[in-house]
């Protein structure tokens, strides 16, 4: 059988902090989400990265990108990422989340 996901991924976030009615700051938990992955060069695979546009019009450098199941678990931006392949543990940051109809990409 074929092992689409042969990776894994853990990713970790600091909750945003938000003005509450009160004008009190608040500060929500974090949160978190570990799971099966494929972990691919981005660019041409000679470590060339590859630049797209995110979702608020900004270019974007990525060096890697993350295949998985699709998500119900938005990632922001910012989030910390460790893809663990055999031999090799990537650590990164999560530079764009994108849900497809059958599968997700994290761009790192």
Known sequence: MVNFRP????????G??????????????????EGDCRLVPSGNGSGV????????GKKVEATYKVYLDVMSTEIP??????????????DSEV???????SYSILWL
């Open 77 to 90: 931006k910012g989030a910390k990422a460790v893809v663990t392949i055999p031999g090799k543990t990537i």
């Open 7 to 14: 990776h894994t991924i853990s990713i970790t976030w600091d």
């Open 49 to 56: 990265v590859k630049t797209f546009t995110s979702a608020d």
């Open 16 to 33: 945003k902090p938000y003005q509450d009615a009160d004008n009190n700051w608040q500060t929500p938990e974090g949160g978190s989400f």
């Open 95 to 101: 530079l764009e989340h994108f849900n497809y109809q």
